[in-house]
C-alpha cells in the first residue's frame, strides 16, 4: 500500500477554462460558487477570490443531504458572520434549490433597483457558476431548469465547455462553466479531501491508500456510522503512532470490510483493491452515513 504525498490535477482543459473565466467575468452580474457540504473549506479554490474580484458572490453547500445537518449549520452561521451569501441544497432531493432565486435577488438588490429606475425590468440576471469537478453544478442547473439541460455523470471533467442557458422563465441567464481545480494542493489534506468526494480523478491516486485514510478519519469522527454501515468491529485496531503509519486503523478496517463483504480472492485473501472501490463509492453515495469532514473552527 503506497503512500499519496501530494494529489495533484491540473488538465489543459481546466487552465483553458481559467482563462475563459476571467474574460467573460465582465459579462455577468454576479458569481455562484458551488462548494461540497462535506468538505466545505476544501471544495473551495483558493484562486476563485483573485478570479471574482469585487463581482457579487454566492456560496452554495451542494449535497447537504449527504452532510452532517449540525455541521453545515455551523458553516452558515460562518459565511453570516463574516458577510458571505450562502445558501445549503442537495439537487438530489431538491432541497432549497427553490430558495436560490429569491436569495440571488437579495444579493443584486441594489443592481435590480438601479434597472428598475432606467426602466430595465425585463433585463435578465446573468450569472456564472463555478466549482470543482462532480461538485453538482449540471444537477443544480437541472433542478432550476425542471428540465435536462446538461450532461450529469458521477465523475469529473463531464462538462467541457462554457454555455449560456436560460432558467426560471428567463429571469436568469447562467453562463455554465466546466469543473476547475488548482495547479497545486499545498495541503496535503485538502488534496485527500477532495479525492475522497470524486473531484479528483481516482486513476490519479491509489485508491487502497486513499480509502484507508478515508475509514482512519470516520473513525476518528463518526464511529458509531461505520459500525452501523458495516457491522464490523472496531476492537483491537493498531496504534498509527507506535507502527509509524497515519491510516494502520483504516487499512484494517478496510480488510474487515473487505472480509465481511465476502471480498475474496484466490487462497483466500482479502480484496482489498475492491473493498477500497467499495467503500469510496459507498461515501460518495451517501450510503454510509451523513458526514462532513472540516469545521469552520478547525480552518486557519
Not at 449527504?66 to 458577510?83: C, H, K, Q
Not at 496504534?239 to 484466490?266: H, N, P, V, W
Not at 487462497?267 to 469545521?295: H, M, P, S, Y
Request: net charge positive; glycine share 8%; hydrophobic share 35%.
Amino acid at each position: 500500500m503506497s503512500e499519496i504525498t501530494n494529489v495533484q490535477w491540473f488538465p489543459g482543459h481546466m487552465a483553458k477554462t481559467r482563462r475563459i473565466m476571467q474574460s467573460n467575468m465582465k459579462l455577468v452580474d454576479a458569481v455562484i460558487e458551488m462548494t461540497d457540504a462535506r468538505i466545505p473549506y476544501s471544495s473551495r479554490n483558493p484562486e476563485m477570490d483573485k478570479l471574482v474580484g469585487a463581482k457579487p458572490r454566492l456560496i452554495i453547500l451542494n449535497k447537504c443531504d449527504s452532510a452532517d445537518e449540525a455541521v453545515t449549520s455551523e458553516w452558515l452561521e460562518y459565511y453570516r458572520r463574516i458577510g458571505v451569501p450562502a445558501l445549503a441544497t442537495d439537487c438530489r432531493s431538491g432541497k432549497n434549490v427553490n430558495k436560490f432565486l429569491p436569495k440571488l435577488k437579495e444579493l443584486l438588490k441594489e443592481q435590480l433597483q438601479r434597472w428598475s429606475a432606467k426602466g430595465m425590468t425585463g433585463r435578465p440576471i446573468r450569472i456564472m457558476i463555478v466549482g470543482i469537478p462532480n461538485v453538482g453544478k449540471s444537477s443544480f442547473i437541472n433542478r432550476l431548469a425542471g428540465a435536462k439541460l446538461t450532461k450529469v455523470e458521477d465523475r469529473p471533467g463531464v462538462t467541457r465547455g462554457k454555455q449560456w442557458i436560460s432558467l426560471q422563465n428567463g429571469e436568469i441567464e447562467l453562463l455554465d462553466m466546466p469543473g476547475v481545480l488548482w495547479h497545486k494542493f499545498e495541503d496535503k489534506q485538502v488534496g485527500e479531501h477532495l479525492a475522497f468526494t470524486g473531484a479528483v480523478k481516482d486513476n490519479v491516486v491509489d485508491t487502497e491508500y486513499l480509502s484507508s485514510r478515508l475509514l482512519q478519519l470516520l473513525l476518528d469522527k463518526y464511529p458509531q456510522q461505520l459500525t452501523d454501515r458495516y457491522g464490523i468491529s472496531l476492537d483491537d485496531l493498531p496504534d498509527d503512532e507506535e507502527q509509524m503509519s497515519d491510516c494502520m486503523a483504516g487499512y484494517e478496517l478496510l480488510t474487515r470490510i473487505g472480509k465481511k463483504r465476502g471480498f475474496l480472492i484466490s487462497g483466500g485473501e482479502i480484496n482489498t483493491e475492491r473493498a477500497a472501490a467499495a467503500v469510496l463509492d459507498e461515501f460518495r453515495g451517501g450510503k454510509i452515513g451523513r458526514f462532513t469532514l472540516e469545521k469552520p473552527a478547525e480552518q486557519g
